[in-house]
């Protein structure tokens, strides 16, 4: 692996940094200290924190309690986008409590202190390195393809961030690329992936990605907790950043969970009102349910390849048992996609009940305004020969009865007009029935 680093390449590009960066900038660069994640043993949880690192006549470090600010401040600052970040780059040994924080691969050193020897080549500790890149520039990406001997297929998916997910072998390394997710509910690029880029060497690993993720921390804290339980190589730290990318979809999945079985459970109880609102709850679910599959299609065929690769006879693949690792990360990836599969049934189902529903109730409503429009016109085919009878007496001319003394005619009439009521109701009455008879046959076969 010494044979195969070409820190030459990396102290120039250092030194070029550092003539490059304006006065003002480099001044307040060198001036801080650089930010150290160390690891504190003695706390419950595990956690880390920000300390800056002192160096003693012992050769050991001492904490201060004192936080190192979160980012620089950059506003007077002319140096490209993608360069004002503080934590761009991340340096870690599997057997340190600290992590080095940079914003330039200049600053990882320490003025006169340290070397790129003691990081990369290691022959001390015998640990294992890590570097981790966040949005490199194409110089920097060009010296660390140059100074780690990475072949130029690997830096142009890099450069040009392919989105295919796969494991390829090279001579003295192997390149895994991977899909996490932006998991900000308020950003406009929830959900979105985000690829992750991993180049996998003997004695240690370089990550590239262009977004800020969690994984590398909590994959930093992962590795202090199991290092005295197991031996921590390049292989496990891919296999465990792999691992806590699949597992970054468990909360995820777990809330498209409780939200399949909420439609599920309140589909038939939904008020009249709220349709529009149900409507839209279940597309945006299962909008969500399909992206995170698009997210999961690839992830299984990508694992059992880098597992297979692991299990042949390739000088650079892992000779570890990390093949039985990625066989607990595969059975993950099936699972998740399966339950994501089975949220889609449910939730296709829950669909085609609720539009049900909601066309028998469209049913019902007509019914009910058929019914009102019936009894209109019941009462307007009775009043309709009323107004004629009563029309014709009430004309200016001689009529029937005229002349004639005491109430008779007059109640007749009445007579003859009761008459026609209870003929025209009956009639009415008989005809609508029958219809009504005829047509609910056919409406309840319609339903089904």
């Not at 800020?212 to 005295?228: E, S």
């Not at 990836?333 to 296709?348: D, G, P």
């Not at 049900?356 to 019936?374: D, G, K, W």
């Amino acid at each position: 692996m010494k044979g195969k680093i070409d820190l030459s390449e990396l102290y120039e590009y250092a030194d070029q940094e550092r003539r490059a960066l304006t006065d003002e900038y480099y001044s307040r660069i060198t001036e801080k200290p650089r930010k150290i994640d160390i690891w504190s043993r003695g706390a419950a949880t595990g956690s880390a924190y920000y300390a800056s690192r002192v160096r003693t006549n012992s050769e050991e470090f001492s904490e201060t309690t004192e936080l190192v600010d979160k980012q620089l401040n950059s506003s007077n600052s002319t140096l490209p986008i993608g360069e004002q970040c503080d934590d761009r780059f991340s340096y870690f040994c599997s057997e340190s409590d600290e992590t080095i924080h940079a914003s330039h691969l200049c600053a990882l050193l320490d003025e006169g202190e340290s070397n790129f020897e003691d990081m990369f080549w290691n022959e001390k500790e015998k640990g294992t390195w890590w570097l981790d890149c966040l949005n490199p520039t194409d110089a920097e990406m060009r010296t660390l393809a140059k100074t780690f001997d990475i072949h130029p297929l690997t830096a142009e998916d890099i450069h040009t961030k392919d989105a295919r997910e796969k494991v390829e072998m090279f001579p003295h390394y192997y390149f895994v690329a991977f899909h996490t997710f932006n998991a900000d509910k308020e950003s406009k690029d929830y959900l979105d992936d985000e690829n992750v880029y991993i180049v996998v060497f003997r004695q240690g690993l370089l990550t590239f990605h262009f977004a800020d993720i969690v994984h590398p921390a909590r994959v930093r804290n992962r590795i202090r907790q199991l290092r005295d339980y197991m031996t921590v190589g390049a292989d496990w730290m891919c296999y465990a950043l792999v691992d806590d990318i699949v597992d970054y979809y468990a909360p995820l999945i777990h809330e498209i969970e409780l939200e399949a079985d909420g439609i599920e459970d309140s589909v038939f109880i939904t008020r009249h009102d709220d349709h529009s609102h149900m409507l839209q709850r279940i597309g945006e679910t299962r909008k969500k349910i399909m992206t995170v599959i698009r997210l999961l299609s690839g992830k299984a065929d990508v694992v059992k390849m880098y597992a297979k690769r692991c299990n042949e006879n390739f000088d650079n693949a892992s000779r570890t048992e990390i093949g039985l690792y990625l066989g607990d990360i595969h059975d993950h990836i099936v699972t998740m996609y399966q339950n994501l599969v089975s949220y889609e049934k449910i939730l296709s189902r829950s669909h085609a009940n609720y539009l049900a529903q909601v066309q028998v109730e469209s049913f019902h409503s007509n019914n009910r305004v058929t019914e009102l429009f019936s009894k209109v016109t019941v009462i307007g085919t009775i009043l309709v020969p009323l107004n004629l009878i009563t029309g014709l007496f009430g004309m200016n001319v001689r009529v029937p009865g005229e002349g004639a003394s005491g109430l008779g005619w007059f109640f007749g009439i009445l007579a003859f007009i009761i008459f026609v009521v209870f003929t025209m109701y009956f009639l009415v009455s008989r005809c609508l029935f029958r219809d009504m008879e005829r047509l609910r046959p056919s409406a309840i076969e319609d339903t089904h």
